[in-house]
């Protein structure tokens, strides 16, 4: 499953126990966004999407967050709470990361064995 994302906004569907939630998305994929991230920022409205990555740092970081790391077909294969100045752990199967504030995936769903959908706002190219 090739997947080729723009920078940009999106939706994530977390599909869980609870049914469906949708969540707002910034998508990171190039260099440069996935670089970038969260780092100094004070909140996030929803996830962020790091892709592709493997693994994540919270260096210069200002919060806490959550780190879900999703194979490539979009499963959820691990979820962290990493607090600033933490390197994370690569995880050897993960193709994308998933970052959000602390303590809100799990109000969501977002836990290791759940499924998400991605749905890109960006326009392909005219």
Known sequence: MGRQWR???GGLVVHGERGDIS????IASSYR????GLLRRDSVDGAMLLTPAGGVHTFRMRIPIDVAYL???LNVIAVRTMKPGRLGRPRLRSRHVLEAEAGV??????VTGARVT???AARPPA
């Open 7 to 9: 920078d940009g906004r």
């Open 23 to 26: 969540v707002p998305l910034e």
């Open 33 to 36: 966004a996935r670089t970038r």
């Open 71 to 73: 194979d490539r077909e």
């Open 105 to 110: 995936m799990a109000g969501w769903g977002l």
């Open 118 to 120: 991605v749905i890109s």
